[in-house]
């Protein structure tokens, strides 16, 4: 099982609009609607932001979207805010097993 | 509030087996909708999923670490372990533990424990 492809890294100014994607195979990405999002900052746990593609925890800001198209996941943060500069990565159900993404830096410029 | 919090040597010898302790507070470790899991992440391979763990002791692991990895539950003391045997400078990584929902994501982590692999 091959780690799921996110971008190294992705910056906006606040209040722009930023979109991760997540790129998987149709084992995992596109056989489940089972992607999940975390915001990690290092050192500390990792939070759940988004579960079943495209549903927010309570407390989770609704800046924060998810979708799926085919084998791609995606995470939206809309009016990005100071506090979002984290790193991000993905999350898919594999049938039994779980397959994580390579990551992304959120940098808030 | 559910809180997860990893323990154990920070430091294990080439060959011998690493050994780390999730304690699970806030929450019993036996309620039904929930699986228990172990994830590392390290500078080479990111983030890998370990295995997980339900209550009764029912286990599910990652194929490529099947051989080397056993993850055990004390519900008594609502905590759950992980072992891994014959370890190498390749198990250098950051262990977390995490609680699995419905057994199709994780819904809360500790904040993870660095284990290095060195003589």
Same mark, same amino acid.
């Given at each position: ?16 609009? %930023?979109?991760?994607?997540?790129? *998987?195979?149709? =084992?995992?990405?596109? @056989?489940?609607?089972?992607? &999940?999002?975390? /915001? ?19 407390? %989770?800001?609704?800046?924060?979207? *998810?979708?799926? =198209?085919?084998?791609? @996941?995606?995470?939206?943060? &809309?009016?990005? /805010? ?28 | ?119």
């Amino acid at each position: 099982q091959s780690a799921l492809t996110q971008p190294r890294s992705v910056s906006g100014s606040p209040g722009q609009s %930023v979109t991760i994607s997540c790129t *998987g195979t149709s =084992s995992d990405v596109g @056989a489940y609607n089972y992607v &999940s999002w975390f /915001q990690h900052h290092p050192g500390t746990a990792p939070k759940l932001m988004i579960y079943d593609v495209n549903k927010r925890p309570s407390g %989770v800001p609704d800046r924060f979207s *998810g979708s799926k =198209s085919g084998n791609t @996941a995606s995470l939206t943060i &809309s009016g990005l /805010q100071a506090e979002d500069e984290a790193d991000y990565f993905c999350c898919s159900f594999a049938g039994n097993y779980y397959v994580f993404g390579t990551g992304t830096e959120v940098t808030v410029l | 509030q559910l809180q997860l919090q990893e323990s154990g040597p920070g430091l294990v010898k080439p060959s011998e087996t690493l050994s780390l302790t999730c304690t699970v507070s806030g929450g019993s470790i036996s309620s039904a909708d929930f699986y228990w899991g172990w994830i590392r992440q390290s500078p080479g391979k990111g983030l890998e999923w370990i295995g997980n763990i339900y209550y009764s002791g029912s286990t599910y692991y990652n194929p490529s670490l099947k051989s080397r990895v056993t993850i055990s539950v004390d519900t008594s003391k609502n905590q759950f372990s992980l072992k891994l045997s014959s370890v190498s400078a390749a198990d250098t990584a950051v262990y977390y533990c995490a609680r699995l929902r419905m057994a199709y994501y994780f819904d809360c982590w500790g904040q993870g424990t660095p284990v290095t692999v060195s003589s």
